[in-house]
């Protein structure tokens, strides 16, 4: 099993920068791919982005790709999320989350732990 805590939310101004960190406890961390999701006030949890156990490969939302970087620090047991040029409509509770699968994967259900969520605010 894997505790995870999320850091870094905060409130930005539309354009600038946040990096989230999501530290995790427990087992071994590089036996989990990643994912990140987030959750705005009134809608569902989507999906962000993802990587697997390495951080070779990664995967990302279509609203979010070129703009956030998701990467990982095995030897830290953190998983970061770097959101540049950001949006009004970024604006949500962001929360990181580990699978035990091999597999990178955007399906929420797939993911078995998750963390308590960081807000992100972007003004414009």
């Known amino acids: 099993q894997v505790q995870l805590v999320e850091s870094g939310g905060g409130l930005v101004q539309a354009g600038g920068s946040l990096r989230l960190s999501c530290a995790a406890s427990?087992?071994?961390?590089?036996?989990?791919?990643m994912g990140w999701f987030r959750q705005a006030p009134g809608k569902e949890r989507e999906f962000v982005a993802a990587?697997?156990?390495?951080?070779?490969?990664?995967t990302y939302a279509d609203s979010v790709k070129g703009r956030f970087t998701i990467s990982r620090d095995n030897a830290k047991n953190t998983a970061y999320l770097q959101m540049n040029s950001l949006k009004p409509e970024d604006t949500a509770i962001y929360y990181c989350?580990?699978?035990?699968?091999?597999?990178?994967?955007?399906?929420?259900?797939?993911?078995?732990?998750w963390g308590q969520g960081t807000q992100v605010t972007v003004s414009s």
């Open positions: 427990g087992r071994t961390f590089s036996s989990y791919a």
């Open positions: 989350a580990a699978t035990e699968r091999v597999v990178v994967t955007l399906t929420l259900e797939e993911y078995d732990y």
């Open positions: 990587s697997n156990w390495s951080g070779r490969i990664t």
